[in-house]
């Protein structure tokens, strides 16, 4: 049997936030001898956040919180244990496995046109819009330490002759380690929520089940929103994804024929006397 898990804890439910949260985690980690657990998915601001690693280290903190919600009269559970997975996703127990994925990814992605990145791609990684420049590339190796990066930079004048290929390192590197790293959809989801330089009209989740736009849904409510864009789910909206709405028939106008000479000054002559009754 594996001996990893992962669970949702809402700290919202306990009175927390996400630095209490972080600071935990953390000291869970730091306090064993060899397991440890993360933070590796950032869902809904002080509401979702999965923790991954050991299971011994993830009961632990589960009997922290639940004994957290007795004391502050909880009205829902603050931890929920994810059926079914037993690997470490988006931490760094998994970053033995980098180099093998970088390599599928080196087969796979050919060299394309930057533009297709630039300004349009937003990474998991560092949540941040793709760009070309040797600040970007500083800022991924930040959080990696990718060696691929590290050569990168330090000869980057050779590399910026070459935006495409630049362009697919870069790429490769944030996937590769997108892998064994935590996915911050917070951050994600307020470039287009809340950056002028980056809104959208329409979010289109591609998925069997409407999981990311829901969560979207919860942070347009939460965050200062530019303009609001329109959230759906492929498979569950697709009348609104192909705008595919039932036509609006409008009625013709009633038309009435002109009252008489002698009608108007009956109705005229009956509010008179309404006024008068009311006073």
């Known amino acids: 049997r594996s001996p990893f898990g992962m669970v949702v804890i809402r700290p919202s439910a306990i009175g927390w936030t996400q630095a209490n949260l972080e600071e935990r985690v953390e000291g869970l980690t730091r306090s064993s001898k060899g397991e440890a657990i993360y933070v590796v998915n950032y869902n809904i601001e002080g509401?979702?956040?999965?923790?991954?690693?050991?299971?011994?280290?993830?009961?632990?903190?589960?009997?922290?919180?639940?004994?957290?919600?007795?004391?502050v009269g909880a009205t829902k559970s603050a931890c929920i244990w994810v059926e079914g997975v037993d690997v470490p996703f988006h931490s760094p127990l998994l970053r033995d496995g980098v180099e093998a994925f970088r390599k599928t990814l080196q087969h796979t992605i050919s060299e394309f046109h930057p533009e297709f990145l630039v300004d349009?791609?937003?990474?998991?990684?560092?949540?941040e819009p793709f760009r070309l420049d040797k600040d970007y590339a500083?800022?991924?190796?930040?959080?990696?330490?990718?060696?691929?990066?590290?050569?990168?930079?330090?000869?980057?004048?050779?590399?910026e002759k070459n935006p495409g290929e630049l362009s697919r390192i870069l790429l490769i590197e944030l996937l590769a380690y997108q892998?064994?790293?935590?996915?911050?959809?917070?951050?994600?989801?307020?470039?287009?929520?809340?950056?002028?330089?980056?809104l959208v009209d329409r979010v289109i989740e591609i998925g069997p089940s409407p999981v990311l736009s829901n969560m979207m849904k919860a942070t347009a409510g939460k965050v200062s929103v530019v303009v609001a864009p329109e959230i759906h789910q492929f498979d569950t909206e697709r009348d609104a994804v192909f705008y595919r709405y039932e036509p609006v028939i409008e009625e013709a106008p009633v038309t009435t024929p002109a009252a008489s000479a002698d009608q108007k000054a009956q109705t005229v002559s009956f509010l008179s006397k309404k006024r008068l009754c009311d006073f």
């Not at 509401?47 to 991954?52: A, G, P, V």
């Not at 994600?188 to 809340?194: G, I, N, R, S, Y």
Request: hydrophobic share 35%.
């Open 47 to 71: 509401s979702q956040y999965s923790i991954t690693g050991h299971l011994s280290m993830l009961k632990k903190l589960q009997t922290e919180i639940k004994d957290i919600e007795v004391k």
């Open 138 to 159: 500083q800022s991924i190796f930040n959080l990696t330490e990718s060696p691929v990066l590290k050569d990168v930079i330090k000869n980057w004048s050779e590399h």
């Open 179 to 198: 892998f064994a790293s935590p996915v911050r959809w917070i951050q994600t989801q307020k470039v287009f929520l809340t950056n002028p330089k980056y």
């Open 120 to 127: 349009r791609y937003v990474p998991n990684l560092n949540a």
